[in-house]
């Protein structure tokens, strides 16, 4: 007889554990589990608890951008900045000697980062500023010179409305393409983007080299337009995005000792410090509105801590799957039509109070953009620091209410806070009930039709 | 002690670990009728066994069945079967194909005297593995939201038998065996929603333990030389589930019982019948009192037999107030190797089960090895 070999045998107990396949169509209930998952849905009303608004947190001139607008009866605001320092003095050759220099002209370069394409006949108004405006500066203190003649001024439309100049003979020493008007004026887009760079030209007069002042200079901004003026100046506290002045000089430098030349030569400076100044200023936080409202943004930023009570159900018997924060405003936030901000909601690491460090995973944050002038209820989704706090007992069940960009802008939003018994902030949970697993199954229903 | 009641000993002493590690991996045979009741009920067969519609069980020393059958084990032995289904089910027109591979039993026996067989081993009770998805829209904060469900049970209880058997009289053997029932699911219940950036998905994951006792007792009577008759009850107590160290239910389990006849028809013919019958009515919701029967043959020498079986039962969860039932035929064949020391037996079953209005078919190839060292 032939002996059957065990060796073999691996192979057909391999074949055996093959991958299995076992998911099937629920057919319900009769071949379903006994029991399903429940969805629940509810408002928890009462567990914003312990909220409150602190200000002081950024102050203008540690703002992403400056806003500049003129919105009567809303808002007036002007930016300020001072551009560094030259040396007013050269070195013409290797001789320890110096020479002074000569200025001839000055390119002021501002970035446009933010606009309203509807707005017509936008102007941006330049003025010459003290030199010693700083953090300090306000609106009423430099209102006089805002109220002088101003250095130079342009109209945005009519240089976008000019033909492109793409001579390269031209673009080379300007970066690119540009559009220019009779007065000097150049205007080009940044990169692929939206953003507007616009250059000034100015000369002595308007940009004077005054050796006293170390060729510093100070200028603010204003603007002007038929409907809508409000735009945001780029800042010194982003990269790349604040005023650059390139000063245009010459000196005389000896050839031997009997001949001399005159060196053209330039000196690209940024600023030292911007900010704004705006009219009428973000309202004080008075202890009444401390005690009623939750606040977030103006200047200096204002932002609220909010303690949130998560209900046993919420970590024990249920899995959060969406959560909404619902916040009721006060009012309307004034501004300029069609412009917005973010209201963001970043949980706190550990609750410190007004000074708790806040969590950087953005994934956790909760945001919600507002458009300027909307009193509508204001929701923002906060599954994922819900989720978070459900699955963290010892996680600190607090958030700090915030705007974006903060500190640049003077819109301020108010909140009913939980001492508003009748509009107070509430938590509008989507929840799934923990599937009871184990338990006895009941009796299923009859047979299917 | 002699060499072979050693050898038995030794044999038992292995096969302790692995039947204490066997619940996660011994599951039985799947169905959807037991997705709402305790699980899927084993078989406690061997292939040679099942080959024979499980007709053969009561007189096979190495199904975990019956215990007297153990008597008759001269040397130490051991018995494992496995089983790869590939399954379709049919409900209201929705049809899936399911395919799953188990290892459903394994047998350990030796004599540890003249007269007194010891065993020990595993089979399958209660299989608990599925995986069943649904699709569903739930209206929630006010706008129809679709959900994908997915429920999963991947685990099964297995039977731990511990087993006595001897034979009293030449014609008359009886076996004693002690059960203890153990083994865990891993579960999880997850929902998806269509809509995942706004709503999460939701995944609970658990782990269930299951423990219980039970005992059961057999006899073999040989009425003639060629007529063997078999009986045997078992009785459970409750299969306790434990979630997280917390009793989260106990379920009453059945006294089962039955019996079988087999007629020596020649010196190389076997025929075989059985019945059977299971008190889970009353047990949990939805479960009923079933029987089941079975006839069978062995045909041909020891050392290559052919095998074929019918059966037809009930099972004992189910929707709709009755009993599903099942009906199944099977062809097997054996092969002995080394000189008796080892045997291969292969089986094929179809089984046809309804009932609720589901029907599910399902192939299943076995494959059997004993070896007698």
């Known amino acids: 007889m032939r002996r059957v070999r065990p060796a073999f045998l691996p192979l057909l107990l391999a074949a055996g554990a093959c991958t299995e396949r076992l998911t099937a ?21 009462d567990v914003i608890v312990r909220d409150s ?31 560094n320092k030259i040396e007013m003095r050269v070195q013409p050759g290797t001789d320890t000697a110096t020479v002074p220099i000569t200025g001839d002209s000055s390119w002021l370069r501002l970035r446009i980062v933010r606009r309203d394409t509807n707005t017509t006949n936008l102007r941006l108004t330049l003025y010459r500023l003290p030199i010693t405006i700083d953090s300090a500066t306000t ?69 004077p080299f005054v050796e006293a002042d170390s060729g510093r200079l ?77 606040v977030a943004g103006g200047v200096p930023a204002v932002r609220s801590l909010v303690r949130v009570a998560i209900p046993a159900i919420l970590r024990d018997t249920a899995d959060v799957v969406r959560a909404t924060l619902v916040l009721v405003p006060v009012a309307p936030v004034q501004g300029a039509p069609g412009d917005s901000f ?37 929701r923002i989704e906060v599954t994922e620091m819900i989720r978070s706090w459900a699955l963290d007992t010892t996680a ?44 006895a199954p009941p009796a299923a229903p009859g047979p299917p039709p | 002690m002699t060499r072979a009641s050693r050898t038995a000993v030794v044999l038992l002493a292995l096969a302790a670990p692995a039947a204490l590690a066997a619940p996660a991996a011994a599951r039985a045979q799947d169905s959807q009728f037991g997705i709402r009741g305790l699980g899927t009920p084993g078989r406690w067969e061997s292939v040679r066994a099942r080959a024979t519609g499980g007709a053969f069980a009561p007189f096979d020393a190495f199904s975990p069945l019956l215990e007297a059958a153990l008597a008759d084990v001269r040397r130490a032995s051991a018995g494992v079967t496995l089983g790869t289904s590939w399954r379709s089910v049919d409900v209201g027109g929705v049809d899936a194909s399911l395919r799953s591979s188990r290892f459903p039993a394994l047998v350990i026996v030796g004599p540890v005297s003249r007269r007194i067989v010891v065993a020990g081993g595993f089979a399958t009770y209660l299989d608990k593995s599925f995986s069943v998805t649904t699709r569903d829209t739930v209206d929630l904060r006010g706008k129809p939201e679709p959900v994908t469900d997915e429920i999963t049970s991947d685990g099964a209880i297995a039977d731990l038998r511990l087993a006595v058997a001897a034979r009293l009289h030449p014609h008359l053997a009886v ?120 006839l069978g043959a062995e045909v041909g020498s020891a050392n290559s037999p052919v095998r074929l079986g019918l059966r ?45 209005g589901l029907t599910e078919r399902a192939w299943t190839f076995l494959l059997g090895l004993t070896v007698r060292p």
């Not at chain 1, 109070?353 to 209820?377: C, H, M, Y």
């Not at chain 2, 009930?314 to 045997?343: K, M, N, W």
Request: aromatic share 10%; hydrophobic share 40%.
């Open chain 1, 25 to 45: 169509p629920g057919v319900c209930p009769n071949f379903c589990p006994a029991d399903s998952l429940h969805v629940e849905d509810t408002v928890l009303a």
């Open chain 1, 53 to 83: 608004a602190f200000s002081g947190y950024l102050q203008g001139f540690e703002g992403e951008a400056l806003p500049v607008a003129d919105l009567p009866g809303i808002v007036d605001s002007r930016a300020i900045f001072v551009m």
């Open chain 1, 139 to 207: 609106f009423d203190s430099v209102a006089a010179d805002f109220s002088g003649a101003p250095i130079d001024s342009v109209n945005i439309d009519s240089l976008l409305a000019d033909s492109l100049i793409t001579d390269t003979a031209l673009t080379n020493p300007r970066g690119g393409p540009y559009r220019a008007d009779s007065a000097g004026h150049l205007l080009q887009f940044s990169g692929a983007d939206s953003i507007l760079v616009l250059t000034f030209v100015l000369d002595t007069v308007q940009a």
């Open chain 1, 218 to 294: 100070a200028f603010g901004v204003r603007v002007s337009a038929d409907t809508l003026a409000s735009i945001a100046l780029g800042a010194n506290d982003v990269d790349d995005s604040d005023a650059r002045i390139r000063r245009f000089y010459q000196y005389q430098k000896m050839i031997d000792s009997t001949t001399d030349s005159t060196v053209h030569a330039f000196a690209d400076r940024e600023t030292t410090f911007d900010g704004f100044v705006f009219n009428p200023p973000t309202p004080a936080l008075d202890s009444g509105s401390v005690d009623t409202m939750l």
């Open chain 1, 342 to 378: 973010i209201v963001i909601a970043r949980p706190v690491v550990t609750d410190l109070g007004p000074k708790s460090p806040l969590v950087s995973n953005e994934a956790f944050w909760g945001r919600k953009t507002v458009q300027i002038g909307s009193a509508d209820t204001l």
């Open chain 1, 396 to 439: 600190a069940t607090a958030f700090v209410l915030g705007l974006i960009p903060e500190a640049a802008t003077y819109a301020q939003i108010r909140f009913y806070s939980s001492r508003a018994s009748a509009f107070r902030p509430a938590l509008h949970v989507t929840y799934v009930r923990r599937f009871p697993f184990g338990t």
């Open chain 2, 175 to 294: 076996g004693v065996a002690l059960h203890g029932l153990t083994g865990s699911t891993r579960v999880a219940a997850i929902r998806r929603f269509d809509d995942s950036a706004t709503y999460r998905n939701s995944t609970a994951l658990d782990e269930l333990a299951y423990q219980g006792l039970g005992g059961s007792a057999s006899a073999l009577l040989d009425l003639t030389a060629d007529l063997r008759l078999a009986g045997w009850i078992r009785s459970d107590t409750k299969l306790i589930t434990d979630i997280r160290g917390r009793t989260a239910a106990e379920q009453d389990l059945p006294l089962s019982f039955g019996g079988g006849v087999r007629w020596r028809a020649g010196s190389e013919a076997l025929i075989a019948g059985a019945v059977a019958w299971r008190l889970w009515g009353g047990k949990s919701p939805n479960a009923y009192d079933t029987f089941g029967w079975s």
């Open chain 2, 312 to 356: 037809r039962g009930q099972l004992p969860f189910g929707p709709g107030g009755r009993a599903p039932t099942e009906v199944g035929v099977a062809f097997g064949l054996g092969r002995q190797f080394s000189g008796g020391r080892g045997r291969l037996d292969f089986g094929i079953e179809r089984l046809e089960r309804k009932g609720g």
